[in-house]
């Protein structure tokens, strides 16, 4: 089944302790990207890769790193955590970086930092 | 002001009627527009996506309608169900080149029966 899968699902951490949420996707997409959404907010994106080895900020980049190693892997760090980033996190891909492309988005992580 | 704003806000019906949630976008010049469904605690999940030059576009019970002059869209769910009970999300994306998706923040629907 074609699909963007991330874990963990649900994750609860304390200031300062680093952190990865994977993400994968089966669909051999070219371009991932990496959104947050919080209440009244629309989702934001932090970073996105348009292939392997370049990555570039999106509008909410502050506090997080990421790589794209290989294609079908786009991690999300976070060196050191603190409670603004307090959110619900999703991954996205598509074929191919152009817009006009359909973006598929994973099941999402919900990250709580006491 | 974001550029893409939605109404209502949360909206509650009965099981079985119909309802219409708005989208009025400032993004110039759009490549597309697409409406998209958000489960509580899932990832959105596409309805629709219409380009510029379409004025509307159907998907089931779902129905997008564009006015690109008012720059302003509408999705019309036609007699809802319980599990039309979700987030609805409207996107644009700005003309070419631009790799962004911008988001509106959304319209809560809940159907009750």
């Known amino acids: 089944e074609a699909q963007v899968t991330q874990n963990p699902r649900y994750l609860i951490t304390v200031t300062g302790k680093k952190l990865t949420v994977t993400c994968s996707q089966n669909?051999?997409?070219?371009?991932m990207s990496w959104y947050r959404q919080d209440p009244g907010l629309g989702l934001r994106q932090i970073y996105y890769?348009?292939?392997?080895?370049?990555?570039d900020k999106g509008d909410v980049p502050e506090g997080y790193k990421v790589s794209r190693k290989e294609k079908r892997n786009f991690p999300l760090i976070l060196e050191s955590p603190s409670p603004n980033q307090t959110s619900l996190y999703f991954c996205a891909s598509r074929l191919q970086p152009s817009e006009t492309y359909e973006q598929y988005f994973g099941p999402g992580t919900r990250l709580t930092v006491t | 002001k974001n550029q893409v704003e939605q109404s209502p806000q949360s909206l509650i019906i009965l099981e079985g009627k119909n309802c219409t949630l708005q989208?009025?976008?400032?993004?110039?010049?759009?490549?597309?527009l697409r409406w998209y469904k958000q489960d509580t605690g899932r990832g959105p999940v596409s309805l629709t996506i219409?380009?510029?030059?379409?004025n509307t576009k159907s998907n089931g019970r779902y129905t997008a309608t564009l006015d690109a002059d008012t720059k302003q869209s509408s999705l019309h769910i036609t007699a809802s169900q319980l599990s039309d009970s979700a987030s609805y999300i409207c996107v644009v994306t700005p003309r070419r080149g631009t790799y962004k998706y911008i988001f509106g923040t959304g319209t809560r629907l809940k159907v009750l029966a």
């Open positions: 669909m051999n997409h070219e371009y």
């Open positions: 890769s348009m292939n392997v080895e370049v990555t």
């Open positions: 989208c009025n976008y400032t993004v110039s010049p759009f490549s597309n």
């Open positions: 219409m380009t510029f030059s379409e």
